[in-house]
């Protein structure tokens, strides 16, 4: 009985648009009768006990979780992970805890992340692309701007391309950690009210905030409100690549736009790096690819991994320049024994 009584009760909530997820668990005021945080803490809990039971319910006699994807697994083009959801392993938290949400994450989530590691004898090798989305964003936008806070600008003299957006909000309360939290979820559509939860501002103000970001960074207004609408209205958007992706609505265009950006990048940077790895005779395996993200197990020494990583984050350059992009491409990586060494 309480189980239909739940479905139900979820079923109505997700009628009104409502999620429960730790991004609005974490918005707990803290002021909060206590019962509540202890109830967002056991969620939190739960979820992650959940996980753990998952993985190792996938986990075969060798010890290893062969996960499953589909190499375009969304209408963006991204890859889509599931036996587990490999691109949703949480990440070790940083910074201060603020909530009851904060506390499991500082708690847990960096020891669930070293979880997943390489045998004896191998290291794990992490290389990731480097602000991909902005860098996407950057080209699509013809923004001379953003590309030089993006390439050349540094966070000690407050020109890096966070402090660009902070600055560009029109608040002097907003932090560069806040406008770094706003771009990410501006890019994926986050109506008024999530950003006024972000920027800790009103309705009236989050909208103002938003107006006076578009209006201040270099070929946003115009993407959009001209050409973003044209796009939804023609139904398609034409990829880095050539290929014609198609656009289920107006609020999901821009998202999926960066998101496809970062996709084929990835795919063609990949093609690159696996040839030349295979050619150079270096024993890897690609053990995980969430998203702008490669995990590969080498089997060898460090002066290999080391090499290998070289030849990825060269792979991710080269690929910006066979796109023709206006933002130069870059990569970083990190070698280790386990996931929470290498992201």
Same mark, same amino acid.
């Given at each position: 009985m309480t189980e239909n009584k739940n479905a139900d009760r979820g079923k109505k909530f997700a009628k009104?648009?409502?999620?429960?997820?730790?991004?609005?668990?974490?918005?707990?005021?803290?002021?909060?009768?206590?019962?509540?945080?202890?109830?967002?803490?056991?969620?939190?809990?739960?979820g992650r006990r959940s996980s753990l039971v998952e993985w190792l319910g996938h986990c075969g006699d060798d010890l290893r979780i062969h996960g499953r994807f589909q190499g375009i697994g969304a209408w963006t083009g991204r890859m889509a992970h599931r036996a587990p959801n490999q691109a949703n392993i949480p990440s070790e938290f940083h910074g201060k805890p603020k909530s009851a949400v904060d506390e499991v994450k500082d708690k847990y989530d960096g020891q669930f992340r070293a979880l997943w590691s390489v045998p004896e004898g191998s290291y794990l090798v992490g290389t990731d692309a480097e602000g991909i989305q902005l860098r996407v964003l950057s080209h699509i936008m013809g923004s001379e701007e953003y590309v030089h806070a993006i390439v050349s600008g540094k966070k000690e003299d407050e020109t890096d391309i966070h402090n660009l957006n902070r600055k560009a909000l029109g608040m002097s309360h907003v932090t560069r950690d806040m406008a770094k939290t706003f771009i990410y979820a501006f890019l994926l559509g986050a109506g008024t009210g999530k950003i006024g939860q972000i920027l800790k501002v009103n309705m009236r103000e989050a909208g103002q905030a938003v107006e006076n970001f578009l209006e201040s960074i270099q070929g946003l207004s115009n993407l959009?409100?001209?050409?973003?609408?044209?796009?939804a209205a023609r139904g398609w958007f034409k990829g880095l690549d050539g290929r014609k992706v198609k656009?289920?609505?107006?609020?999901?265009? /821009?998202?999926? #736009?960066?998101?496809?950006?970062?996709?084929?990048?990835?795919?063609?940077?990949?093609?690159?790096w696996v040839k030349e790895a295979k050619q150079k005779g270096i024993d890897f395996k690609l053990v995980t690819w969430p998203h702008d993200e490669w995990q590969t197990?080498?089997?060898?020494?460090?002066a290999t991994a080391e090499e /290998?990583?070289? #030849?990825?984050?060269?792979?991710i350059v080269d690929t910006g320049v066979k796109?023709?992009?206006?933002?130069?491409?870059a990569g970083s990586t990190d070698i280790g024994k386990n996931w929470r060494d290498t992201h």
């Open positions: 009104y648009g409502w999620t429960l997820s730790e991004a609005n668990l974490s918005t707990l005021p803290e002021k909060a009768p206590q019962g509540g945080k202890r109830l967002t803490e056991w969620l939190t809990l739960e959009k409100k001209n050409v973003i609408p044209h796009i656009v289920p609505s107006e609020h999901k265009t /821009l998202a999926g #736009m960066l998101q496809n950006g970062e996709s084929v990048i990835m795919k063609h940077a990949a093609l690159q197990e080498v089997c060898g020494n460090y /290998l990583g070289t #030849m990825q984050r060269q792979s796109f023709n992009m206006d933002c130069p491409l």
